[in-house]
């Protein structure tokens, strides 16, 4: 009988997780019913200035919205509150429990609305997130870049079928126009979703010119097509993007300046992957920044080599004359593209695997007068602290927050109008 009765409490026991899983999903389930718009922002980069645009836009609009992002700095945001939450993480990292308690926190708030950067990678993840845990009726693909290929890839195809498998049942796609979007709207038509395609091009130098930091065209034709999707005014949505406060890791160009010092610091390591930073390479160029001789200083992650042989592909051949530092860890691919000659516009190559910020700043400070500091690759690891050794440089410090754009030009906002008018939302085919 003590045996039945030990095997009854163990039979009991093991039911608990269950049990308590059960009820989590039942809580979720009631808290969706009380938020009437939820946007998953999904795609490789630029979600979280998206997830920021949207989540700007729709409190521009009057809604009661929270946003969330997961990008250099995980943080939540509220539409009664200038001030941001940064949202603290378990030692186990990141796990989808985060985004039920994210939904639950919005609920009790009082929000109506929810816009959320997709915190998954892998496949299986991204459609229990989209499917199972936030059922956004709209989904933003920002993008389809080569990057998490070891989660996702090995192809730009298995990517786009990855991000295609979390388009919402009955709901909105907002996808760019690309090579994927036949499929993208292939996948909508069976799930009986509508398809809003975007394009870079309905969007002005001048209205870009508006935000006081940087942003990129591509991003604010997404934040405009979910707009759309939701019943938002065009007018609404472009007042409400430029007051979207950036993201830790918007690119920033920062003067260092100090007595035997002159020169800028372009923080591009939230770009993390080659065809965003060549992208920004550009931009750099065209703004008349500097770039005689750059010194760039490619930061590496031990769990993202494949990322990092990338760069020495795609990536840092095509710079032009540069000279080099690689710090962070498993620099290898770098290394070895360096003294096989494939990175042969380096000028001066500086290897720093392992080294401390002191070791490092020791080597890189006389590198600096007059020329231009590029960080690149990833800023975990040691890139934030690299980051802050380098406003210590300066004399006046750490620099302060952009200011959010406020009062645009009446003209600038009138002539983006009208450049919207034609803009069908890529229903016509």
Known sequence: ????????????????????????????????????????????????????????????????????????????????????????????????????????????????????????????????????????????????????????????????????????????????????????????????????????????????????????????????????????????????MLKAAPDPGALQVIPLRREGLNTWFVNAFAANEPASTLEIWEYLHEENIPMEMPVVVMNCRPDRVDRSYQFARDCLPHMGPIQLVVIGQMTAPIRRAYHRGKLANVQVYRELQGKSVKEIMDVLVPMLDGHVLVGVGNIHGIGEEFIEALYALDEQGMPGVFAAASDPPAEVIRAQLKRLEDWDGGLKE
């Open 1 to 240: 009988m003590d045996k039945w009765k030990l095997l009854i409490v163990l039979v009991l026991l093991s039911m608990i997780p269950l049990i308590l899983l059960i009820i989590e999903k039942i809580q979720n389930e009631r808290n969706l019913k009380k938020l009437r718009i939820r946007v998953n922002v999904n795609g490789i980069r630029g979600k979280s200035t998206i997830t920021r645009m949207i989540f700007a836009i729709l409190r521009e609009a009057g809604c009661q919205v929270v946003g969330k992002t997961t990008g250099t700095a995980a943080r939540m945001f509220f539409w009664d509150s200038e001030a941001e939450e940064e949202l603290v993480r378990r030692p186990r990292g990141v796990s989808i429990s985060e985004q039920i308690r994210v939904i639950r926190k919005a609920v009790k708030r009082g929000a109506d609305a929810l816009v959320c950067e997709c915190m998954a990678v892998r496949p299986d993840y991204q459609i229990a997130y989209q499917h199972h845990i936030i059922k956004a009726d709209v989904l933003a693909i920002v993008n389809v870049l080569e990057d998490h290929l070891d989660e996702m890839g090995p192809t730009l195809e298995q990517l786009a079928w990855a991000f295609a498998d979390t388009i919402p049942y009955k709901g909105v796609a907002v996808v760019p126009n690309c090579e994927f979007t036949p499929y993208f709207r292939k996948i909508a038509q069976e799930r009986g979703s509508r398809l809003e395609v975007v394009d870079p091009e309905i969007i002005s130098q001048e209205y870009l010119d508006l935000f006081p930091y940087k942003v990129f065209d591509n991003n604010c034709a997404m934040a405009l097509g979910v707009a759309r999707a939701l019943g938002v005014d065009d007018e609404t949505s472009l007042r409400g």
